[in-house]
DNA sequence: CGCTAAACGAGACGGTACGTCGAGTCTTACT
DNA sequence: AGTAAGACTCGACGTACCGTCTCGTTTAGCG
């Protein structure tokens, strides 16, 4: 059915080696450098593309970035389902500290300054990164309350940032741990909150 | 005894004007434009320094935007002194992120960026920005803690992070609002934190 | 007889509405902006012909200017035959000029210059434009020989180059005029030499 | 007095050495591939220089090469003087054309064809090159009309366009020889004119 | 009062990457 | 087989800033 309608347009197809000899140049040259060896030159050269290929599918460097990390990073935004939540959340908190302490982090904290100078690639990382994490988290939350661990009318937002901002922020500042032990810590924090028992 | 010592270098003194002139180009430009505007070239020709004068004294972009920023920004770290820690907390929370709703937020985020690329305006911001609120929070913990309000043991980094964390996060990806009320209520959560009670 | 059983190559045949439309597109390209605005594939656009197309009939730029050039421009390289071969001289080099002063000018110049960064331009011009009208000064020649007007042994070679040359060096240089008074005096000073009498 | 004038403008002073380098490398590249070899890159990697520094002087293709051209070629647009005006004629021409035998042919057609498509060019060669000998051509005929050997009243325009245009066609379309005998006899032709006696 | 030394403006310089244009080749579907 | 469509590699374009440099000028304190 669908093979009888689907009308190809005419001329040459895309070129799908090319679209992922490019994905990944770019996926490793973010991965290795950073920001600042992340250069359109340089992931034409490297993925053996001409630069205006590149140019043909993506606007600027930030959409690269973004779709680049997008498609090769791996993306267990799952939380894992055991008896406890709090253990849940703490396990998948250790996981995302774990690749933000490696290569994803030097990409994440690339993209995030990317960012600041072109709003698609923030609204690409917020909706194509964040948002599948908070979604998760969402389902995690609300398993916790149903157990009775979390109280209820808890704001995915917040909770959410919290979380989030804080493992983000200190890949972006370096100016504390991202360690197991650290993630779990901030997690209890978040867990018992401010306020005298 | 040193300062009456001081024997001045000899040739001519910096002069301080161009100095000035220097960082309020800059600051101007930061907050005007944000990364992309923020260009030495463009910092020369605003001031009327040369750049050669501008690079006798900074060595890179991120150390003249951490320099801008940390000068001309106003620096009201310090938490309002009131009968509740909590409602301190949030005072001074709804302040920051008035902040970073306006000028200020967009600097923040280029300097961030930058910092991305940039050990020394990354340690610079850390400290220089960051660490006197953090120490600023402190107080009103303590303070909460010794009128009963917060629990004994927390956390500073954790609580800090959690907290300006959130709000950065919010600059960096605009993804949730930083009105009064979204503060508020972030505040909420992070007191009463996840567990039930 | 090989017409007769011409047997037509298999395949579908050469559109030659195709071929016309290309052929126009580049003249008129040509005339319209010389060799910067002649782009293979400003011409594809304007003849909705393919580039594919344009290349599997012409090897390159020169190839289809020279073409659409000879193809399309007038061809009156026939000189009058009046009583005087002077005054049929004149009108004829007034013709010639005419023409170089209004669009032919301007495609003129542009393929003498693509002729040379290109061999197969040079002499496909050089044959198939210059040459007939050197074939056709020649018997204008031989008649002002036989009517007593010129000299006998005129080297056609010279004399076309020193007419022809004249008139196209004007078109390259365009330091001095075309007019029709400016010609008959080029035709005079040729036909009287330089010697005294 | 001038010297105490002469203020000189503020800033690092132009570089002499790299104007040089720039003006030799582009004239190189014109004289071993014409215009196709003659690329702003090609002189940039070749003088050394940045291609920023050429822009900076240079505004296009052309005016570095006719510059180039210009300021590096010989220029003995002078006309020898011995008894005859038709020998000196000879002699000139003889030199000029066996100058456009060699290199030079190849950089005068590259500007000649560059001049198509840029105004200044254009000017700039028949100011800067042909007028010259145009002037030095006025000298030799008014000795020649003085000597009794060409007739008074010859248009300086159409001499030198039928000698000069002679030898730049037989450049641009090589379709005939521009070795000695050939220049003789041209001269000769042009000498005699096309009239019978 | 002149000398020394540094700061300062101006702006040239070698670079790197940018984003664009066109050339000429190719692959595919349609006619 | 011819054609339109359009993706591809490649090379050069002209521009923007970078960070360094070389000037002449200015502004102090010291001898």
Chains 1, 2, 3, 4 share one sequence.
Not at 171 to 178: I, K, Y
Request: neutral net charge; charged residues 25%.
């Amino acid at each position: 059915m669908q093979a009888l309608m689907e009308h190809r347009s005419p001329g040459r197809p895309r070129c799908e080696e090319t679209r992922n000899a490019i994905l990944r140049a770019a996926y490793e040259l973010l991965e290795e450098g950073g920001l600042d060896a992340f250069t359109i030159e340089a992931v034409a050269e490297r993925s053996g593309a001409a630069k205006t290929t590149i140019y043909r599918w993506w606007p600027n460097r930030g959409a690269l970035a973004i779709e680049s990390f997008l498609e090769l990073s791996e993306k267990y935004a799952q939380f894992p389902q055991t008896g406890s939540a709090i253990a849940d959340l703490k396990t998948q908190m250790r996981r995302f500290a774990r690749a933000l302490r490696g290569r994803i982090g030097q990409i994440v904290s690339s993209i995030l300054a990317e960012a600041q100078s072109c709003p698609e690639t923030r609204t690409a990382f917020a909706e194509g990164y964040i948002n599948p994490r908070r979604a998760a988290l969402q389902q995690v939350i609300d398993r916790g309350v149903a157990q009775g661990e979390f109280r209820a009318g808890l704001p995915l937002n917040d909770v959410g940032d919290a979380l989030y901002g804080s493992l983000l922020l200190r890949v972006l500042l370096r100016h504390a741990p991202l360690s197991d032990a650290a993630v779990d810590q901030l997690v209890d924090t978040a867990v018992q909150g401010l306020r005298a028992a």
